[in-house]
């Protein structure tokens, strides 16, 4: 049973580690953000709620998503424990988080939290490409394709989101610094947060976390 949160700015590389991380230790990848955009691509009424904030680069209000992060953790796939990418993002998240799982006898065990230079983000966000068809992410200056525009695990068609263009990159970046990083420091209260440098590359980053986590 391991509870996981990964916490750092858009661009730091938790969805990359995400992806390794469930993999490795058998637990279910929770991104709010990709449900966000499953929902979008479906036409929901959430989807339709959630896109006007997101092409902005600002935050989809507490009520919402806490709604809906917490029902994805109630399914049954999350008793052996969950990675947490991008939720919670605000201190109002955190406590409803902490919340449902003390109401049963959990907790967050660890919290990564990976820091990245503002420039580094910049490069990295607008340089993003996403695999349509499975969601594998790319960047054409990092972690290129083999192929350009094609994905290299399922050949499907890449591209851009949205959101990764540079002037809501910086919106999210300053979205970050201002709502989301305060977790830091409630983390660290509660004395399960490590720090870990996010510039480092994706390798040996995920070689800290193995070891930090356990073979
Ligand atoms: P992400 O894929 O995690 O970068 O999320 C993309 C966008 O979805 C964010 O910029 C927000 O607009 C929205 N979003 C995702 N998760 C949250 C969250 N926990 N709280 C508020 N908004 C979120």
Known sequence: MMNL????????????QAARIVEKYAIP?????????????EGTELGKKAQEY?????????????EIALDRLNEDDCKVGFLLDGFPRTVEQA???????????QQVDKVLDMDVKKEILMERLTGRRVCKDCGATYNVVGMPPKKEGVCDVCGGELYQRAD????????????????????????????????MDGSIGYEELF??????LGE
Do not use: C, W
């Open 29 to 41: 990848h929770i991104s709010t953000g990709d449900i966000f955009r499953k929902n979008i691509k």
């Open 5 to 16: 949160v990964l916490l750092g700015p858009p661009g730091a590389g938790k969805g990359t």
């Open 207 to 212: 070689a800290e976390i193995v070891k930090l």
């Open 54 to 66: 997101m092409n902005k680069g600002e935050l989809v209000p507490d009520s919402l998503v806490i």
């Open 95 to 105: 406590e409803a988080l902490d919340a449902y799982l003390a109401d049963k006898g």
């Open 164 to 195: 990764d263009t540079a002037e809501t990159v910086a919106n999210r970046i300053e979205v970050y610094n201002s709502q989301t990083k305060p977790l830091i420091d409630y983390y660290e209260k509660a004395g399960n947060i490590v720090h």
